[in-house]
C-alpha cells in the first residue's frame, strides 16, 4: 500500500507542476483510470493549464507531422511505382498522344469559319513541350517556325520580363519572339498560381495548319471508332 501512496503523491505533484498525464505516465507507470481517479480533484494555476495546453498542441502538431510525412512517403511510392510502368514510347504512340493532346487543349474549326490555323494553349510546361515534340517527331514541323504567344493576367503586367524569360527557358527560343496579351477580369481568390508561381498560358500558333487541323479530326474521329466509345 505504501508505494501505492507514494506513486499517488508523486503523480499529484506532478500535476500540479503541469504535467501532461502521458508525461505523468512515463514516470509513473500505472493505469490510466488510476491516475485519472488520483488527479480527479486536483486544481491547476493558469501556467499549469497553460503548460498542457501547449504540451498537447505540440503532440498534436508531431502527429500531423509524422501523418503528413508519411503521405508524402506513400505519394512518392506510388508515383515512382507507376513511373516504372511506363517503358519506351513508339513513335506510333507518340502520334496518338499528340492527338489526344490536341483534341483536348487545341483550338477546333469552327462550322462557321474556314482556314482556321492550330493553336495549343496550357499553362502546364510540361504539356508545351510533349506537344512540341509531337510537331517535330511526327508532324516534321520545326519549332522555330511557330509563333509564340503569351496570355498574362492584367494583374501581372510588372512581371512580363519574368514571365517571358521563363517561357523563353522552356521551350529554348529568344526572348524577342514571344508576343503577350494582357487578360482583364478578376482572379479568383482561391487560386494559388498567383504572385511569383503565375507564369500565364503559353500558346503555340502553326502558321499554314489548316490541312492539318482537319487530318486531325479525321484521327480524331478514326480514334473515337475504333475505340467503340460511339
Known amino acids: 500500500m505504501i508505494p501505492k501512496i507514494q506513486e499517488r503523491s508523486r503523480a499529484i505533484d506532478l500535476r500540479k507542476q503541469g504535467f501532461t498525464y502521458s508525461e505523468i505516465l512515463k514516470k509513473i507507470p500505472v493505469a490510466k483510470s488510476s491516475l485519472a481517479l488520483w488527479l480527479k480533484e486536483v486544481g491547476l494555476s493558469k501556467p499549469q493549464q497553460q503548460r498542457i495546453t501547449e504540451k498537447r498542441k505540440q503532440a498534436m502538431e508531431r502527429g500531423w507531422a509524422k501523418w503528413h510525412q508519411m503521405r508524402l512517403d506513400r505519394t512518392r511510392e506510388l508515383v515512382e511505382s507507376a513511373r516504372r510502368e511506363i517503358k519506351t514510347i513508339s513513335l506510333r504512340e507518340l502520334w496518338l498522344m499528340g492527338i489526344m493532346l490536341y483534341w483536348a487543349e487545341g483550338s477546333k474549326e469552327k462550322s462557321y469559319g474556314s482556314g482556321q490555323q492550330m493553336k495549343f494553349s496550357n499553362s502546364d510546361p510540361v504539356m508545351i513541350l510533349l506537344f512540341l515534340r509531337w510537331l517535330k517527331r511526327c508532324m516534321g514541323i520545326e519549332k ?18 519574368d514571365v517571358v524569360k521563363k517561357w523563353s527557358e ?56 475504333h475505340s467503340r466509345v460511339v
Open 144 to 161: 522555330q517556325g511557330l509563333v509564340y504567344e503569351i496570355y498574362l493576367h492584367e494583374t501581372s503586367r510588372d512581371r512580363v520580363d
Open 170 to 225: 522552356i521551350v529554348s527560343m529568344p526572348t524577342d519572339i514571344f508576343r503577350v496579351y494582357f487578360k482583364k477580369g478578376k482572379i479568383k481568390t482561391s487560386r494559388r498560381n498567383i504572385g511569383e508561381n503565375y507564369f500565364g498560358v503559353a500558346r503555340i500558333y502553326v502558321p499554314k495548319s489548316s490541312s492539318l487541323m482537319r487530318k486531325i479530326s479525321g484521327w480524331v474521329e478514326g480514334i473515337y471508332h
